[in-house]
């Protein structure tokens, strides 16, 4: 817990909590079984409402953006899902550089493409990359040299056990390789309520150039089909994509799960796929690594539920 202000203090507001709320539907894999209780807070207050309903009710909380770097078990989540609402946008203009908040549901990609055609330069690279604030914000997602720690101005974080809302420097985020302190050490440690992206002005028409190639590049490499993106992260000085290449495991299938024929690193949902499936292509494609190549493939997907 870090020792600034608090820059909100939160009393918890009722929130709707449903039950047995299946997840598939809300994951670009479109896989997975139901949320035992499952709900939508639209700010702080409802946010702490849903904490203190899973402290009451013993069980765990899993922050969900837009699922699409997660992989849900076919026997769901037994606990609380947390799939935050709030999607609101604030800028702060001044003539070089535009402050831009916003809220954990805010569409990342959705966002990026909007403000960088109207000239503001620094999250052109997000471009194609689906998922929500709160999501790029716990990975640190990124692409083609760049990512979110390196355009993240401020974090605005709810804790729960002092049920304070804190604007946090990103220092404070302990972002690294696809990671951050968010997404290391769980939800009881903190919950991404909304991000401030620090941007500079630009020529609007160099910045769609940039942006439109980076949608091209991005249409070129990556497979179609329903998918999470990158499995693994890359391991030190090598991509994950090309060892699986090495070990001709692309085209593999295991159900309907298939190791992408396009990108190695890639395992795209043929129709009916289950969560079972996938994951068994995960291990295929661990163990063929580390047993054939010595190489310690680990997940960049976020592996969840019973099983
Ligand atoms: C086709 C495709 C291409 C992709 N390309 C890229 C790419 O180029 N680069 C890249 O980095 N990723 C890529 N991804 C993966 C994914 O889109 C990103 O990791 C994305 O940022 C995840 O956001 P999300 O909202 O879907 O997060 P989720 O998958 O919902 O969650 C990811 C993690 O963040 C946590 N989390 C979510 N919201 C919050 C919150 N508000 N507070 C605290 N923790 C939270 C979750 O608990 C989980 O641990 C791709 C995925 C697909 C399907």
Redesign the pocket.
């Known amino acids: 817990m870090p020792e600034s202000d608090p820059f909100e203090t939160v009393s918890p507001t009722e929130c709707p909590i449903e039950r047995d709320r299946v997840l598939a539907p809300l ?2 894999w479109k896989v997975g079984g139901p949320a035992l209780y499952f709900a939508e807070p639209a700010n702080p207050s409802e946010l702490a409402f849903c904490y203190q309903f899973a402290a009451e009710t013993s069980v765990a909380i ?9 992989l849900i078990s076919d026997q769901g989540f037994p606990g609380l899902v947390i799939r ?1 609402a709030d999607k609101s946008e604030q800028e702060d203009e001044s003539e070089a550089s535009l402050l831009l908040r916003a809220g ?2 805010t569409l ?1 990609a959705r966002m990026a493409r909007k403000i960088s055609l109207r000239g503001w330069s620094g999250l052109e690279w997000a471009e ?16 083609y040299g760049s ?2 720690a390196s355009v993240v101005s401020d974090v605005d974080v709810f804790f729960p056990k002092e049920s304070v809302v804190r604007r946090l420097a990103p220092d404070y985020c302990g972002f690294r390789y ?1 990671s951050s302190r ?2 290391a050490e769980g ?1 009881l440690h ?4 909304r991000a401030g992206f620090q941007l500079k002005r630009e020529n609007p028409e160099e910045v769609r150039k940039r942006i439109d190639a980076i949608r091209d590049r ?1 249409k070129a490499a ?1 497979p179609s089909g329903l ?4 499995v693994f992260k890359n391991p030190e000085g090598d991509y994950a994509g090309r060892i699986i290449e090495r070990l001709g495991l692309k085209g593999r299938t295991v159900g309907s799960a298939q190791i992408s024929e396009v990108h190695g690193n ?1 395992i795209v949902n043929l129709g009916g796929a289950r969560s079972a499936d996938v994951l068994a292509l995960i291990r295929l494609m661990q163990g063929e690594a580390k047993e054939r190549l010595g190489i310690d493939l680990e997940p ?3 592996i969840v539920g019973d099983r």
Not at 62 to 70: F, I, R, T
Not at 190 to 193: H, I, K, P, R, Y
């Open positions: 994951t670009t899993l922050p969900l953006g837009g699922a699409s770097n997660m935050y954990g549901r990342f194609g990359i689906p998922g929500t604030v709160g999501g790029a914000v716990a990975g640190n997602a990124g692409a990512d979110t696809r968010f997404k939800p903190g919950f991404v309520v991005r990556s998918s999470c993106g990158s890639y960049e997907v976020r």
